[in-house]
C-alpha cells in the first residue's frame, strides 16, 4: 500500500503561482512514477504532469507546457508541481496518483496506469 497526501492548494489571483507537493508514504520502494491530475468542475479528470521516478523524463499535458513544473525529492519521496502564471481555467481539484503496476508499455498520460491516488486539494485561481 502507498498513501498519498496532497497540499499546497488554495485561492490565488491570476497570474500568481502555487506550488502543490505530495507526499509518498507505505510500500514506496515500487513507484516507478508519480503523476497529478485535476477534475475542474463539471468536468472528467484529466492529465497534467508526470514523472517517472528514475529517470528525468516529464510529461505535461499542452495546456500547462511552458507554465508547470513537476520535480522529484526522492530521498523524501515527494514529488512537487510547481505552477505559474495561473489561470481561471487552472481551477480545479489537484489528484496525486502513484504507478506501481509496472506494466510494460507505460503512459503516464493515463488515469489506468495508476494504482494509487491522494485525496485531492483544491486549487482555485480568480480573474
Known amino acids: 500500500q502507498v498513501q498519498l497526501v496532497e497540499s499546497g492548494g488554495g485561492l490565488v489571483q491570476a497570474g500568481d503561482s502555487l506550488r502543490l507537493s505530495c507526499a509518498a508514504s507505505?510500500?514506496?520502494?515500487?513507484?516507478?512514477?508519480m503523476g497529478w491530475f485535476r477534475q475542474a468542475p463539471g468536468k472528467e479528470r484529466e492529465f497534467v504532469a508526470a514523472?517517472?521516478?528514475?529517470?528525468?523524463?516529464?510529461y505535461y499535458a499542452d495546456s500547462v507546457k511552458g507554465r508547470f513544473t513537476i520535480s522529484r525529492d526522492n530521498a523524501k519521496n515527494t514529488v512537487y508541481l510547481q505552477m505559474m502564471s495561473l489561470k481561471p481555467e487552472d481551477t480545479a481539484v489537484y489528484y496525486c496518483?502513484?504507478?506501481?503496476?509496472?506494466?510494460?508499455?507505460?503512459?503516464?498520460?493515463?488515469?489506468?496506469?495508476?494504482?494509487?491516488w491522494g485525496q485531492g486539494t483544491q486549487v482555485t485561481v480568480s480573474s
Open positions: 507505505g510500500r514506496t520502494s515500487n513507484t516507478r512514477a
Open positions: 496518483a502513484a504507478d506501481t503496476l509496472s506494466s510494460r508499455s507505460p503512459n503516464y498520460t493515463r488515469e489506468v496506469e495508476y494504482d494509487y
Open positions: 514523472i517517472p521516478w528514475t529517470v528525468g523524463q516529464t
